[in-house]
Antibody, heavy 117, light 110 residues
Framework: QVQLVQSGAEVREPGASVKVSCKASGYDFISYYVHWVRQAPGQGLEWMGIINPSGGSTTYTQRLQGRVTMTRDTSTRTVYMEMSSLKFEDTAVYYC??????????WGQGTLVTVSS | QSALTQPRSVSGSPGQSVTISCTGTSSDVGFYNYVSWYQQHPGKAPKVIIRDVTKRPSGVPDRFSGSKSGNTASLTISGLQAEDEADYYCCAYAGSYLWVFGGGTKLTVL
């Protein structure tokens, strides 16, 4: 079955960077785009961007442009989301999610990133 | 790219029907038939309940239905059950490989 397994919780200081991984299994890795979505505590879902695992092309929300980078490693079937210049308001659960057409059919378990001094 | 507009909360009694609206613009909800809806229980990852405006993925009860008129999409839940109490999010494709979520609606089953 389709599985997306994310890396564990992280704590960073403001201004630092964090890299979250998402390992895919159970399907043809390069055939499905992967979204990244985050959710701040008690808040709604925010779409961050999308990566095509086949060629590595990416599109990011304008709000995070310049601070977020999504990459993939086809040899390990893993996508990564790196965010730099972290701010307190970046504290959130970060999800990777598989795209099927224009919707999402599978989600990772989420990774809590806490930005704290 | 602004968030889609949803009511913060809706409520209904068991057996009743509720409708959650999701208002976007002529560039996202109004332009593409690519609106999806997600149900999220506390502490869990979201789960798709409607895709492509009206289609129910396999395993989703037919109590859930979707529609769209102009720049507003709607999710209707009929025959409310206690387990439907959750947060609901709409999501729309906005072109150029961009997507946008709604702010979310908390459904309370009275």
């Amino acid at each position: 079955q389709v599985q997306l397994v994310q890396s564990g919780a992280e704590v960073r200081e403001p201004g630092a960077s964090v890299k979250v991984s998402c390992k895919a299994s159970g399907y043809d890795f390069i055939s499905y785009y992967v979204h990244w979505v985050r959710q701040a505590p008690g808040q709604g879902l925010e779409w961050m961007g999308i990566i095509n695992p086949s060629g590595g092309s990416t599109t990011y929300t304008q709000r995070l442009q310049g601070r977020v980078t999504m990459t993939r490693d086809t040899s390990t079937r893993t996508v990564y989301m790196e965010m730099s210049s972290l701010k307190f308001e970046d504290t959130a659960v970060y999800y990777c999610a598989r795209a099927v057409g224009n919707w999402i059919d599978s989600w990772g378990q989420g990774t809590l990133v806490t930005v704290s001094s | 790219q602004s968030a889609l507009t949803q009511p913060r909360s809706v409520s209904g009694s068991p057996g009743q029907s509720v409708t959650i609206s999701c208002t976007g613009t002529s560039s996202d909800v109004g332009f593409y038939n690519y609106v999806s809806w997600y149900q999220q229980h506390p502490g869990k990852a979201p789960k798709v309940i409607i895709r492509d405006v009206t289609k129910r993925p396999s395993g989703v009860p037919d109590r859930f239905s979707g529609s769209k008129s102009g720049n507003t999409a709607s999710l209707t839940i009929s025959g409310l059950q206690a387990e439907d109490e959750a947060d609901y999010y709409c999501c729309a494709y906005a072109g150029s490989y961009l997507w946008v979520f709604g702010g979310g609606t908390k459904l309370t089953v009275l």
